[in-house]
């Protein structure tokens, strides 16, 4: 398959000779001493005494000015230029986000898997949707898994693969033989390899480290429900036994070699606690050698609707958020996950071409989510030959023809170069309520910037 060949295009924002405007994603907020100013478009940051966010104000006011601003003032023009805080009048920034949004979504970037070799785990968490009598991925399958793999991949792209389940700890004999089959289609196309692994830690031992390393998987995550008595009140074996110890000392005789990220599980019950995870955290060493990141429990499926009562609304958990990256960032810890990052053309790969989940059974999903559910809300199988099979077009049809730009909330959203309309599935399932898939820094933008 040969990539598609796109306009080269010097620049969307060239000065056409018409004067300057204010850009929509301009922000500022007072914080007493200065003002600060963001522009969530080109990221650009500033920092201003009273006197000058009183000329950069003028100037924006006043229409960018024009060649007679002299001094001081001309020079604060040219910033807000560069900074994109002033943009071209013919400049229709949602036209450009919408371009830069479709074009990032269907040009064939490279190849991305989310695969499962088992929804089997070992724990059994109130909340999950993973069958603990599972089977784990067939040798048949994974031919034609591999067969998909090199059939999708595009000579010189890269790819990029995630190990999740269930929890891949239990078939790492599946992860080891994928990877090799994967690694030798990159090779012969001359393509990059990416791998990553979500387990829960509990297997994550001398045995299973080998057993990464033969695969090329360089980064880890794992979770923790919060401080050490929540976690082992929710993240338990199934006969009950607690976990916590055993994950974080795993954690620990890995880090140094593999990238650890902990995702820390955020709910209305532990949220108060997780001071003390941090203080556990740094206690054991951990402050500089893993990166950390918070993460909203939701009711995603119907698998966890039942655990709706304990979820924090969108809202709640933004504001819990900021309290704790604050908390997090002065003592030190190495932040992981999205807050203020680089403009991103799509929030999700599940809304573009050459993004896949797979299960054990080589059914083809497009969001992890929906693990479980196949039948349901997948979108078809891998064929004996490894051709994609597609049962289900309407599901199809509906993640491809999601469109942010349709939905007037998301139009008029400061944040919008950052997310590009959030988490389509949270807003699908949800009755198309926008907020359950906002970017949490839509309802925080005061207290991150």
């Known amino acids: 398959m040969r990539a598609a060949v796109l306009p080269v295009v010097q620049s969307f924002e060239a000065e056409s000779g018409d004067g300057y405007k204010p850009s929509h994603y301009n922000f500022f907020v007072d914080k007493g001493d200065m003002i600060w100013g963001i522009n969530f478009r080109s990221m650009a940051l500033i920092r201003l005494d009273r006197e000058r966010y009183q000329q950069v104000m003028h100037v924006l ?9 002299a001094g001081s003032l001309h020079d604060v023009r040219a910033d807000l230029i560069k900074g994109k805080f002033l943009i071209p009048k013919s400049l229709d920034e ?18 991305t898997l989310i695969i499962a070799p088992t929804l089997r785990c070992n724990f059994a968490c109130e909340y999950c949707y993973v069958d603990l009598n599972a089977n784990k991925m067939k040798l048949e399958d994974r031919v034609k898994l ?29 992860v080891e033989d994928l990877s090799l089959r994967f690694h030798a289609a990159c090779v012969r196309k001359s ?11 509990y297997l994550l031992h001398d045995e299973m480290r080998e057993h990464l390393r033969k695969s090329k998987i360089t980064s880890l995550q794992v979770s923790l429900d919060g401080s050490q008595e929540f976690h082992d009140g929710s993240r338990y074996l199934p006969n009950g036994k607690p976990t916590y110890e055993t994950i974080l000392r795993n954690v620990a005789d ?19 606690r997780i001071p003390n995870l941090l203080d556990d955290l740094e206690a054991r060493g ?7 990141y918070f993460a909203h429990v939701d009711d995603v499926n119907e698998n ?12 709640e958990y933004a504001e819990t958020e900021t309290v704790l990256l604050r908390l997090a960032t002065e003592r030190g810890f190495r932040m992981g996950g999205r807050v203020l990052t680089n403009p991103r053309y799509t929030f999700c790969g599940a809304n573009s071409l050459n993004y896949y989940v797979v299960d054990s059974k080589v059914n083809l999903l497009k969001c992890y989510h929906d693990f479980g559910t196949a039948d349901k809300h997948g979108i078809g199988h891998i064929g004996e030959d490894g051709s994609e099979i597609v049962t ?26 950052q997310c590009m309309g959030g988490c389509s599935h949270k807003i699908m399932n949800s009755g198309m309520n926008i907020e359950k898939g906002c970017l949490k820094l839509r309802f925080s933008m005061e207290e991150i910037v």
Do not use: Q
Not at 61 to 69: I, K, L, N
Not at 286 to 292: C, D, F, P, Q, W
């Open 392 to 417: 289900n077009p309407y599901n199809l049809m509906k993640w491809l023809g999601w469109d942010p730009f349709t939905i007037d909330e998301c139009r008029d959203c400061k944040v919008l170069p």
């Open 146 to 174: 591999g067969k998909f793999f090199d059939k999708k991949l595009v000579p010189g792209k890269s790819a990029s693969i995630v190990w999740t389940g269930g929890d891949p700890s239990l078939a790492m004999d599946v």
């Open 191 to 201: 393509s990059l390899y990416g791998a990553s692994l979500i387990t829960n830690g």
């Open 94 to 111: 949602i036209e450009l986000l919408r371009t830069k949004h479709w074009t990032n979504r269907f040009a064939h970037n490279g190849l």
């Open 304 to 315: 966890s609707a039942g655990y709706n009562g304990k979820c924090l609304s969108t809202r």
């Open 254 to 272: 890995t880090c140094d070699e593999f990238k650890v990220f902990l995702r820390i599980n955020v709910d209305a019950a532990n949220r108060s």
């Open 286 to 292: 951990l402050t500089s050698r893993v990166y950390i």
């Open 61 to 69: 006011d006043e229409g960018a000015g024009g060649p007679s601003d």
